[in-house]
Structure formats: structure tokens, C-alpha cells
């Protein structure tokens, strides 16, 4: 069976970077059972290994085949290559040949190259293309069980590592033209030692902790390795996660009824929250502080009884007090769901509770079945057109409210993200080609490498001319925190109304070592163009002269409305008249 590939677009509010979905390559069909050819198991270890179930829960099938684990403190660990073969056909362990995109006239050839000497393991995911041995690309990265430590020349081997990647915004209508990373960082170091986390040798292989393994090669991916104690599970985020009985089958063990975690295991957890908070969490602590120390007020409740241990983890990513980050779901092991789910916990989280109190007070005025239509000002000279979230088909809907617009000699347009969580980022850059004609600029940044990254994207949509605005509150969040500044970056809208809720991250999730599932904010970091990170929120360029969580019906006053439309346009025209005049006096 060919590997079946999907990536989903970025989204921002539910903001996910979802890559690869998929079937693990050369698979049959045989008595309803999906079945290697290629990847059975060895043993052939110096540890003492014990083989598991390897679960497709994506085809929802058995694979006739083990995966070898070996238990140190606890703590599940696997060697390198049995991960690589275990994942072949998502990655390209093997070497494969296909063509770029589907219009490609050439071809590409990617392989991963796998080399054990004494206490390293080097691999180097290598591309090599038909058409041009000038795009030919060679990226290593290196576990070192002497030091500890996974080193990393290069960003692109985390998605040049899988067989198909491609970004979901290549299915919209738009083009990305360009992207130049400002300050190219050509090496990353992940110190374990520093975390107290080992590397094993058996002087064949190199031996890393499942989940931190599964968290470093498919951070990238949607596709992801699940240990229940009982087997291993290949699910799919995007389609476990919205699903009760996914979700059930995919913890289902028999350490469901063990009321006891081993101590190696929970000290496992406390050591790798800081190590995934610090390499994988894109909202930074002052000065650069490290989550490790952070974490450590927590340590003896992680170290408690099952319940307090998992509750502990629910507690830890509400006082985040980032509304991108979330806790999906509670771990295998036993304990009191009762107590976790009920609990009501004593944090303080002041951005989320103002965002819940806006959302409150403006939902009394939101008319949904406005949502895309033209609202028109008493004059009829500005249309409002409202949307709540970024979907896959706004820019359609709001093109045709716009081709309404022009019709009915409206000038002004307001689109209006007051009442807008956010949604796909790819829809933002397709409604920027109704503002504009010509190609325009994102601006992002990466904390993990302190790479700063310029795109040169086109919409694909037609350009109507009109003095267009944008509209925001302290609602406004995610893509509906991004877009106003991606107007204000172009010079190609004006944002009226309050500071934005912010929101700058891509959603990414991760698996803690005894089963629970965690939603952050990536290190995918959206930013003005002096690279500073929208997280807190955008100014507007027009503020509105009252408090919003007062007066909020005037948000969707139209005369209001109307009026500083058209105070800024009659303040545009002098601008314009004065610099004619300058210029024939000249």
C-alpha cells in the first residue's frame, strides 16, 4: 500500500501545525489484519528487551508484528533504528523517489542514513534531486550516549526526515514566493544530561526514552506513538483527539486498574516537563528563565499518588494561563477522574479570565446570522462584514459579500474580528488579496533556534478597491490577533477599536510519559516586523475612546462606527491634498 499523505493547514485559535498523516508503507491485507513485509523486530541486544503489540489505530488494525522496548527505572526506551524502522514509509528510513508536488516534472530521492560507532549514532537525512544537484540537501543529527546529548545541524532535518511533507496552505489559494531566515542558526544542542535524562548503549544501538524520541522526530507530524504499558499505538491526532471511543482505545491496558506509578516513572515526568517546556514551548519565561527550576515547586506532587500526580498536570498547564495551551487528556494509570475532573483549581489566571469575561459581553450583541454579511452604516458609504473564526471557505464568503459592496457604491469596508478566537492562518493570507494586488510579508520567529523568518506570500484572490479597517477587541485572538497586524506590517488597513487578546503560536501537542496528552503554544511564534512577538496583543492604530467591558454595545453601534470611518477618510483626503499642493509648488 502507497503512503497516504495529508497535511493539514495551519491554524491559529485552534492553531495546529498538523504534518504527515498517515499509513505506514508496504502494508497487505490478510484475514482483516494489516501486516508487514518489511519491519519485524530484532532482539539481537545486549539489553533485556520485551516485545509489544504495535497497534494502527488510524486504520483502527493490528500490525502481525512486536515492537522491542527496553525498561530502565521504569521508563520505556527504544533503540533508534528499531523507532526509524518502526515509523518507515511515514519517515524515509528507506530510501524512496517521488516527485516534489503532483505538476513536478522532476523527481526527488530521499533516504535516512543510520550509523552506530562506539557511543554515537549519526544519521543524515539526505534529499537529492533529478533536475538540480544545486538543491541537493544533507541534514545530520547526532546522539551522543558519552555526553548526552542530540545534536542537530540544522532545523529542516525535523520535516526533511518525512517521505511526503508538503503545508497545507499549498491547498488554498495562495502563493509563497520567498522566505529568507534572517539569522540562520546551523546548530541545535538538546542537553539531556542537564535534565538528568539518559542515553543507553548496548554497543549496538543507542537508546532513548520513547516519548522524548516520539516528541524530537514527530513534533512536525500529526502522526504519533502512543505507549499504554500494555502496546504501542500509531494514532493521528486530528483524528483521536475529537473522538470518546479514539480516545479509549488508544489508553486501554491493563494498567487502567494498577493504582500505583513506579517511582522511576514519576520522576520521569517531573524531568521531562522542564525538558519539554524549555526545547518545545514557544511562550519564553522573563529573562530566559528555565521551566526545570520552575517545575520544581511541583515535584512532590508529580511524585504523589496517582490522582494528585495527574491533577498536578492539569494544574501546571491551566496556571500557564495561555489560552493556547490545554490539557487534552488524563493518563492510563488508575485513578480518581471524579476528583480530576471536578476539581476546581486555585490558580490564577487573569488573561483567561478577562478573555472569558469579554467573550461574555459580547456574545449579548453578536448577531450570528450576520456572520459575513454586509451590515451598512447609516450613510451607506461602510459596509461591517463580521466573522467569528478564519474557516476554510471565509475568503469565498467574504468576496461575495464585498462584489455586493461595490455594487451598492459602498467606499469604506470594516471587517470586523471584535467577536473573532481565530482559525486558519492560510484563510488570513487569502484575504489579504482583497486589500491587495501585489505580493505581500509574514513575519515569524522561532525561540528553540532564534531564527527570524520573512515570507513573501500572494493571495490568489482578486483585489477590490475600497478604504478598508479592521476591527478588534480584547476578544480578538490568535489569527484574529495576526491579521490585524499582518494589515498593519503591509500598509494596507487601519486597525480601529482596542489592544487584541494576542494568541502568536501554533498549536502543537505532546505526550507526557505516563499517558497524558497536553495541547501548547509551538515554537512557531508569529511577529510584527521587528520580530516581536504578538503573544500579548496588537495595538490598534485608531483606539476607541471607552472601556469595552462597560460600553461593549458600542462595538457594534454603526453610527459610531460610521463616524470614525469617516473622520479617518476626511483626514486622509487633507493628507492627500496637502501633499498635492506640496508637490506643484515643487
Not at 520485551?50 to 527504544?78: E, M, P, Q, R, W
Not at 541537493?136 to 517521505?163: C, G, H, P, R, W
Not at 528555565?290 to 499518588?305: C, G, M, N, R, V
Not at 462597560?550 to 493628507?575: A, C, G, H, P, Y
Amino acid at each position: 500500500m502507497k503512503l497516504v499523505t495529508k497535511l493539514s493547514a495551519i491554524s491559529l485559535g485552534a492553531f495546529s501545525i498538523s504534518a504527515p498523516i498517515a499509513v505506514i508503507n508496504n502494508l497487505t491485507t490478510e484475514n482483516n489484519l494489516l501486516i508487514t513485509k518489511r519491519f519485524l523486530s530484532s532482539s539481537n541486544s545486549g539489553f533485556e528487551l520485551k516485545a509489544y503489540d504495535y497497534v494502527n489505530l488510524i486504520d483502527n488494525k493490528y500490525l502481525n508484528t512486536k515492537i522491542n522496548l527496553h525498561n530502565h527505572n521504569g521508563v520505556a526506551y527504544i533503540g533508534v533504528k528499531e523507532f526509524l524502522k518502526a515509523l518507515d514509509g511515514l519517515i524515509s528510513f528507506s530510501k524512496i523517489r517521488v516527485k516534489p508536488t503532483h505538476n513536478s516534472t522532476f523527481f526527488k530521492e530521499k533516504e535516512i542514513t543510520y550509523k552506530f560507532n562506539k557511543d554515537k549514532v549519526t544519521l543524515n537525512s539526505v534529499t537529492k534531486y533529478s533536475n538540480n544537484s544545486q538543491n541537493n540537501t544533507d541534514y545530520q543529527l547526532e546522539i551522543d550516549s558519552k555526553n548526552n546529548t542530540i545534536t542537530v545541524s540544522d532545523n529542516n532535518f525535523f520535516t526533511d526526515i518525512f517521505a511526503f511533507y508538503r503545508r497545507g496552505e499549498e491547498d488554498l489559494n495562495i502563493d509563497f514566493l520567498d522566505t529568507k531566515i534572517l539569522n540562520k542558526n546551523k546548530h541545535i544542542v538538546f542537553d539531556l544530561k542537564k535534565y538528568g535524562i539518559d542515553v543507553l548503549n548496548d554497543k549496538k544501538d543507542l537508546y532513548l526514552p520513547l516519548v522524548l524520541i516520539n516528541q524530537l522526530f514527530l513534533n512536525q507530524s500529526n502522526v504519533q506513538l502512543y505507549f499504554n504499558g500494555e502496546r504501542i499505538n500509531l494514532f493521528a491526532y486530528s483524528k483521536t483527539l475529537r473522538r470518546v471511543d479514539f480516545l479509549k482505545q488508544l489508553k486501554k491496558s491493563y494498567f487502567n486498574n494498577v493504582n500505583t506509578i513506579s517511582p522511576g516513572l514519576k520522576d520521569f515526568q517531573h524531568k521531562y516537563l522542564g525538558f519539554l517546556f524549555d526545547h518545545y514551548y514557544g511562550i519564553k519565561l522573563d529573562k530566559n528563565a528555565s521551566y526545570k527550576d520552575l517545575f520544581k515547586k511541583y515535584e512532590k506532587y508529580i511524585k504523589a499518588d496517582n490522582t494528585t500526580h495527574y491533577l498536578t498536570s492539569r494544574y501546571l498547564i491551566e496556571q500557564l494561563d495561555d489560552l493556547h495551551s490545554s490539557y487534552l487528556l488524563t493518563g492510563y494509570y488508575n485513578k480518581n477522574l471524579d476528583i480530576i475532573n471536578r476539581a476546581v483549581l486555585n490558580t490564577s489566571t487573569p488573561r483567561s479570565d478577562k478573555y472569558k469575561d469579554i467573550a461574555r459581553r459580547l456574545s449579548v450583541y453578536y448577531n450570528k446570522d450576520l456572520n459575513y454579511k454586509n451590515v451598512y452604516t447609516p450613510d451607506k458609504k461602510t459596509s461591517i462584514i463580521s466573522f467569528k473564526n478564519f474557516e476554510i471557505d471565509s475568503a469565498k464568503k467574504i468576496e461575495q459579500s464585498l462584489i455586493e459592496a461595490k455594487k451598492n457604491n459602498v467606499k469604506n469596508i470594516v471587517l470586523d474580528v471584535s467577536f473573532n478566537s481565530g482559525g486558519l492562518l492560510g484563510t488570513a493570507y487569502e484575504i489579504m488579496g482583497f486589500l491587495t494586488d501585489k505580493p505581500f510579508k509574514s513575519y515569524s520567529y522561532n525561540p528553540l533556534t532564534k531564527e527570524q523568518k520573512v515570507e513573501t506570500i500572494k493571495s490568489g484572490f482578486k483585489k477590490y478597491d475600497f478604504n478598508y479597517y479592521v476591527l478588534t477587541s480584547p476578544f480578538s485572538f490568535s489569527a484574529g490577533n495576526i491579521f490585524p497586524q499582518l494589515v498593519k506590517d503591509n500598509n494596507l488597513a487601519k486597525v480601529i477599536g482596542f489592544k487584541t487578546a494576542g494568541g502568536a503560536s501554533a498549536i502543537s501537542q505532546a505526550i507526557l510519559p505516563t499517558g497524558d496528552i497536553v495541547q501548547l503554544s509551538s515554537n512557531y511564534v508569529l511577529t510584527n516586523k521587528n520580530h516581536q512577538s504578538l503573544e500579548y496583543g496588537v495595538n490598534p492604530d485608531i483606539k476607541f475612546n471607552f472601556n469595552p467591558f462597560n460600553e461593549t454595545r458600542k462595538l457594534f453601534d454603526r453610527s459610531f462606527i460610521q463616524d470614525v470611518v469617516n473622520k479617518d477618510t476626511s483626514k486622509l483626503k487633507t493628507q492627500i491634498l496637502v501633499k498635492l499642493v506640496l508637490l506643484n509648488l515643487i
